[in-house]
């Protein structure tokens, strides 16, 4: 007898193009609307710049080379002012991002353009001072060079506020987050470096679990989490090891595409309200900020849900604690936890204020 299943919505109105090969569907995609590339800081290496730009053919207008590093507010007002003068006077644009997921973050910003056409006017909406003004949008069709942020399928976009006295992370967030459309293509990846390889592998782990444990978790979630955090437990040290074996590269986009697909309807967790300060005191990448959380979450986690305990139990496919199987498996991969989440009043206090983070709340094991 089949079990009653409570009501969920699946909402994806992302069109994902993926598998080896699908960077060649681009100039159908775009469908010969003018267009604007914004392109990783790195893009030429492989070729892939030329590539694009000769795909986009007559329909590209312009190029913009998104800057390195944390994807400030600043930035991306100093982007999006070039963008959006660059496409001032043209009518229905498009703009393909290429990039990881900062220039991805970067690209969502500008296809966020305010009828006023300034920058200052979504920032201070970001910053929450203002509303958020009248919008023209402009479609983006997102293609990530990296396996890990998913921000290719999701409607968010993180940008870091940077002034000395209000230093914090920004959620961007609204319908117009979501590209268009995603080519998600795993031979752009084979020039992603190493560091950023296994960070950003990191950071789709990340997703995976904290959309286990997970108070909006679903069953099409859990389907998808599950096979996530199992393939990515399985495919990154390898990776890590043979970083230019194609079927490793596609396996890991394949699980962050799936990690992606989940923590879209779940949001994050505890991980990630934890991991903000990590990246904003320490300079910690986001993935590895997240990471050296997830042993002690998953800890946190135990007891609190036997639905939980049971898709947890499974991650490993072996007898064992989890989080010590998670935690030896992250040293393995030089991540050491205790360096920055050992036990420790300043932590205890961190973690307090972090279950009342809105992401903190999204934790099986956070106060209603």
């Known amino acids: ?17 993926y598998g080896i090969g ?3 569907r681009l100039s159908d995609v775009v469908a010969q609307r003018p267009c604007l590339l914004i392109a990783h800081a790195n893009s030429e290496q492989g070729n892939w710049l030329a590539t694009l730009q000769e795909a986009l053919s007559t329909s590209l207008i312009d190029t913009v080379i998104a800057p390195d590093g944390l994807p400030t507010v600043d930035i991306a007002t100093t982007l999006c002012g070039q963008v ?19 220039c991805l973050d970067l690209a969502k910003a500008t296809a966020h353009r305010p009828g006023s056409g300034r920058p200052e006017h979504l920032m201070s909406w970001l910053r929450g001072e203002t ?12 293609i990530p060079t990296t396996a890990g942020t998913a921000s290719e399928v999701t409607r968010w976009a993180t940008l870091w506020d940077v002034r000395p006295a209000v ?12 590209p268009e459309a995603s080519l998600v293509d795993a031979r752009v990846c084979l020039t992603c470096p190493t560091p950023v390889t296994r960070d950003s592998g990191l950071d789709a782990l990340a997703h995976a679990l904290e959309a286990i444990w997970n108070r909006n978790a ?15 437990i399985e495919t990154l040290p390898r990776l890590l090891k043979a970083p230019q074996d194609l079927s490793l590269r596609q396996g890991m986009s394949h699980a962050a595409l799936q990690a992606g697909f989940a923590f879209s309807h779940t949001r994050t967790a505890l ?6 300060d990590l990246t904003l005191q320490h300079g910690l990448p986001h993935g590895l900020a997240c990471a050296v959380w997830l042993p002690q979450v998953w800890r946190m986690a135990a007891g609190k849900d036997p639905t939980r305990d049971a898709l947890l139990a499974q991650v490993f496919g072996e007898a064992g604690d989890g989080d010590s199987l998670l935690d030896r498996w992250l040293s393995d991969l ?35």
């Open 1 to 17: 007898m089949m079990h009653a299943i409570a009501a969920h919505a699946w909402h994806m109105p992302v069109e994902v193009i």
């Open 131 to 142: 509303d958020l003004p009248a919008l023209r949008p402009i479609p983006l069709i997102a």
């Open 218 to 232: 679903t069953p099409f979630t859990d389907v998808l989490s599950l096979a996530a955090a199992q393939s990515i």
């Open 167 to 178: 230093a914090r992370k920004l959620s961007l967030e609204s319908p117009h987050g979501y």
């Open 271 to 276: 991980a990630h309200a934890l991991s903000y």
């Open 334 to 368: 030089g991540v050491n936890c205790d360096a920055y989440s050992a036990a420790s009043a300043e932590n205890k206090d961190r973690i307090e204020s972090a279950l009342h983070h809105p992401r903190g709340k999204n934790f099986i094991g956070a106060n209603p």
């Open 84 to 102: 959006w003068q660059a496409l001032a006077d043209v009518s229905d644009p498009v703009i393909v991002a290429f990039g990881g997921g900062a």
């Open 22 to 24: 699908a960077l060649e």
